[in-house]
């Protein structure tokens, strides 16, 4: 069946990197474009970035644009963010979700939980 | 940025009751508009998508309805487990998310 699994989460201080990952297994990973949504401890969601099937158009949230970077290496089935220049209100629980033919995140991990603090 | 606005933000109600939360976009967002489930702990579940399309697996009492800027979710009848919390969420201009309406058990 179909499976995301994140990774790579931890506490980090501010302005410090982090890359997360997100192992996909069950479907045919290089068909589907694929997201990131992040949800602070007790918020809402909100979306971070997505990325086509094959990885030639990226988009993010104005939060994000400039510090965090989507990408994807589809021969790994691997789906990547990296995070830099991390700030307080970074702090979530990062999910990638796999986006089907209706445009919209279907399949969700579990999530990672980032934490930014000195 | 287009901004979703739900209301209420929290909705308390009974077993076998009606539901009716909102979703309203600060721009319209056509009929590109999804409902997603969260219960604690867990990742959200994709309900609605298209406005009213019922996502594979979604009981039939779940409904969704609305296009341009006003969206409606529609519980017929209210089982236990649907007590959570629901967002709205718009991909015309790239993704947003509402900020959830909580609906809890009177």
């Known amino acids: 069946q179909v499976q995301l699994v994140e990774s790579g989460g931890g506490v980090v201080q501010p302005g410090r990197s982090l890359r997360l990952s997100c192992a996909a297994s069950?479907?045919?990973?290089?068909?589907?474009?694929m997201h990131w949504v992040r949800q602070a401890p007790g918020k809402g969601l909100e979306w971070v970035a997505a990325?086509?099937?094959?990885?030639?158009?990226?988009y993010s949230a104005d939060s994000v644009k400039g510090r965090f970077t989507i990408s994807r290496d589809n021969s790994k089935n691997t789906l990547y963010l990296q995070m830099n220049s991390l700030k307080v209100d970074d702090t979530a629980v990062y999910y990638c979700?796999?986006?089907?033919?209706?445009?919209?995140?279907?399949?969700w991990g579990h999530g990672t939980l980032v934490t930014v603090s000195s | 940025e287009i901004v979703l606005t739900q209301s209420p933000a929290t909705l308390s109600l009974s077993p076998g009751e009606r539901a009716t939360l909102s979703c309203r976009a600060s721009?319209?967002?056509?009929?590109?508009l999804a409902w997603y489930q969260q219960k604690p702990g867990q990742a959200p579940r994709l309900l609605i998508y298209d406005a009213s399309s019922r996502a594979t697996g979604i009981p039939a009492r779940f409904s969704g309805s609305g296009s341009g800027t006003d969206f409606t979710l529609t519980i017929s009848s209210l089982e236990p487990e649907d007590f959570a919390v629901y967002y709205c969420?718009?991909?015309?201009?790239?993704?947003?998310f509402g900020q959830g309406t909580k609906l809890e058990i009177k």
């Open positions: 979700a796999r986006e089907l033919t209706h445009g919209y995140p279907h399949y």
């Open positions: 069950g479907f045919i990973f290089s068909s589907n474009a």
């Open positions: 990325i086509s099937y094959d990885g030639s158009s990226k």
């Open positions: 969420q718009q991909r015309y201009n790239l993704n947003t």
């Open positions: 721009q319209s967002v056509s009929n590109y």
